[in-house]
């Protein structure tokens, strides 16, 4: 499911215009994007979490040349779905 498709999805179950569910989800999408950034979690109960990870700076390989190489420091964001998310 792309994004056109979720907004479809929203606007049929919520009974809310195409327009409304797009503003609905960019709205969210920017929350929890702006909620990460200050290092918060973003939990969604019966849904999951939206946490940061930090990854250490670390050495590398070039698996074309071989040659060692130095990987940044990070953070990237990471969801982990609650127990009770479960597809039937």
């Given at each position: 499911m792309n994004?056109?498709?979720l907004i479809?999805?929203?606007a049929e179950k919520s009974g809310l215009t195409k327009t409304d569910a797009k503003k609905a989800l960019d709205a969210?999408?920017?929350a929890t994007?702006?909620?990460l950034k200050?290092?918060?979690k973003v939990s969604l109960i019966g849904f999951g979490t939206f946490s940061v990870s930090e990854r250490k700076a670390r050495t590398g390989k070039n698996p074309r040349t071989?040659?060692?190489i130095k990987i940044a420091a990070k953070k990237s964001a990471r969801f982990k779905a609650s127990k009770s998310l479960v597809i039937k």
């Open positions: 994004k056109t498709e479809n999805a929203m969210f999408m920017e994007y702006e909620g200050k290092g918060d071989g040659k060692k």
